[in-house]
């Protein structure tokens, strides 16, 4: 079944809508938890908390395909982008001031690293295709000889990502954290926008059987580096990838703060994998613009917004803050994810005014 040119991907929706469930779920279990001294966190608890490191990826990949699919379409200039990626760097600046518990205003986090890419946009369009993907391979490249010289952690902690007391002084100030040490920094996060942006020229072609071949090639790639920095102290010959900077390139640490090559293209090819399945999937079953999925990502920017202040700093003055067992933490993620179903489906039928998304439309047009 093909689309018609130029129609939108429901599809792509619906994977905006999973990566606002999935970083939704996240946040909620690690802000609304209580771990108990002496008691193990569910194992459940902590395998639904491991899918939310998806979300970001997803969201940084998809921007990338939006941009380049937006290109297709008449009257998608530069000024646009400019303007539309300013707009999503000033609501990443607006949830820094709303959440002070979390972020200041020297803060990098998902919505920053969207802006700023998209706002750069009209530099990547200029690129083939190899060009993006060549571009994305020296920026994760690039990354490590930065950190090395920005004596970068092997761990950051939030409140040197916040560049809070005791590191305000920290040379490089918010560029330091905007380009290496953020939460979402542009080195290495920037190249899922531009492999996003390639991936969003192979949709425009209808070229599933490239997009596979991609997914294959950068699975197989992470793999192989992972696979370097997991055998390095069992095999001799690999155990140089245990030393610095070789540590940065091939280490798979549960926590991508700061993220190594390793891990960027491990999340990389599950977000391709994803965005393969979802397509394929709707060539298969045309997906209806009401489905719930679908709704939840066309209000991802919103719900981005809003759940964040909501269980980051109102859940404080109603004694929510870490203050439920498991079973009770995930009560309130499921209540809270029915609400936004319910409510995404009913905006629908008003075009989703006056939220996150329509004010971004407006302010960018």
Not at 183 to 207: C, E, H, N, T, Y
Request: net charge positive; glycine share 8%; charged share 15%.
């Amino acid at each position: 079944m093909s689309r018609p040119a130029g129609a939108r991907l429901l599809s792509l929706d619906a994977l905006r809508g999973l990566a606002v469930f999935l970083m939704m779920e996240q946040h909620m279990g690690v802000w609304l938890y209580h771990s108990t001294a002496g008691v193990r966190t569910p194992w459940y608890l902590i395998a639904f908390n491991a899918l939310g490191g998806a979300a970001a990826p997803l969201f940084i990949t998809l921007a990338g395909v939006g941009t380049s699919l937006s290109l297709q379409r008449q009257g998608r200039g530069d000024s646009l982008l400019v303007r539309r990626g300013l707009v999503v760097l000033g609501f990443g600046y607006l949830l820094s001031a709303l959440t002070p518990s979390w972020f200041t205003l020297r803060s990098w986090f998902v919505l920053h690293m969207m802006g700023v890419a998209i706002a750069s946009a009209p530099l990547w369009r200029r690129l083939s295709t190899r060009g993006l993907f060549g571009t994305a391979a020296l920026v994760i490249a690039a990354t490590t000889p930065l950190q090395r010289w920005l004596d970068t952690p092997r761990y950051l902690i939030n409140d040197r990502m916040a560049l809070k007391e005791p590191f305000e002084a920290l040379a490089g100030g918010h560029l330091r954290v905007a380009f290496v040490e953020g939460q979402f920094p542009i080195f290495p996060w920037l190249s899922m926008f531009l492999v996003g942006m390639a991936v969003g020229r192979l949709l425009a072609k209808d070229d599933q059987e490239a997009l596979r071949k991609l997914a294959l090639g950068v699975l197989a790639l992470g793999l192989t580096l992972a696979l370097v920095g997991q055998l390095s102290p069992q095999i001799p010959v690999l155990s140089f990838a245990l030393d610095e900077p070789w540590r940065r390139l091939f280490g798979t640490p549960l926590s991508f703060f700061p993220a190594t090559a390793a891990i960027i293209l491990l999340l990389q090819s599950v977000v391709l994998w994803l965005i393969v399945i979802a397509t394929w999937f709707e060539r298969q079953v045309p997906l209806a613009k009401n489905s719930s999925m679908v709704s939840l990502g066309r209000i991802s920017l919103t719900l981005l917004l809003v759940h964040v202040v909501v269980f980051r700093e109102l859940s404080r003055p109603v004694e929510l803050w870490r203050n439920l067992d498991a079973p009770s933490a995930l009560a309130v993620i499921g209540l809270w994810t029915l609400l936004c179903t319910f409510a995404g489906r009913a905006w629908q039928r008003i075009d989703y005014r006056y939220g996150a998304e329509w004010l971004l439309r407006k302010l960018a047009r």
